[in-house]
């Protein structure tokens, strides 16, 4: 691989994230060839390379469409963020407090209780989190967090 | 990982489910951890950090036990 690909498989990795950032979805993969003026199949490729080499980002499964580039989720989730006129889906509250904390906005993650289904509202104003009282629970030691991505 | 109203809502959820209840923290140590942890994704140079440089994070917001290791080492 030269380091030209490499390069441009960075290039590609980046400008999804500005995707995600600017309008608070993932690019498909034909906005994507679209955009760097290459193939489906070349798209498919990198995309592939960048999930599997880089763990840069996830695929649906089976799929060549996004469904994760970390914190963001491609799909909706029961993490919504919200800033301004935007909103975004983080894969869970950690990544949901981590969209805000990327973009360097005040927002709010509204969520719910799983077990009480309270809706739960996190809110971050001037970069500090206001309401720290509730509890997060990880289910899985970190050591196999990566080993199914959907459930921590 | 989920948001509880409280301990008693995370005890309940994980006995409905057969769950063995993991890790608590409160949400504060949490945000900490998100303002650090993907820090870096809107770098034109990102690379993903190695396992040291993750377990480090984790260390430095206080996750330090057993639970909170990345490998089995």
Not at chain 1, 51 to 78: C, D, H, K, N, R
């Amino acid at each position: 691989m030269t380091q030209g690909s490499l390069m441009l498989d960075s290039e590609i990795r980046l400008w999804i994230y500005q995707h995600f950032v600017d309008t608070g979805r993932a690019p498909s993969p034909v906005e994507i060839a679209a955009h760097f003026q290459l193939t489906p199949a070349e798209v498919e490729h990198r995309l592939r390379r960048l999930q599997e080499e880089a763990a840069a980002l996830v695929l649906l499964p089976g799929s060549s469409y996004i469904w994760m580039a970390e914190p963001f989720s491609a799909v909706p989730t029961p993490f919504l963020v919200r800033s301004g006129g935007g909103q975004w889906w983080g894969n869970c509250v950690w990544d949901a407090l981590a969209i805000l904390a990327l973009i360097g906005t005040d927002g709010v993650v509204s969520t719910a209780c799983p077990n009480s289904g309270q809706a739960l509202v996190l809110s971050v104003t001037k970069g500090s989190l206001a309401d720290a009282q509730r509890i997060v629970h990880f289910a899985v030691p970190a050591r196999e967090w990566w080993r199914d991505i959907g459930f921590t | 990982m989920l948001l509880f109203r409280s301990e008693d809502d995370i005890a309940a959820w994980c006995e409905q489910r057969h769950i063995t209840p993991g890790a608590t923290f409160d949400v504060a140590r949490l945000w900490r951890l998100a303002r650090v942890w993907y820090d870096d994704r809107l770098n034109s140079s990102w690379r993903r950090r190695t396992i040291q440089e993750r377990q480090a994070i984790l260390d430095a917001v206080g996750l330090s036990g057993s639970f909170w290791r990345l490998t089995d080492s």
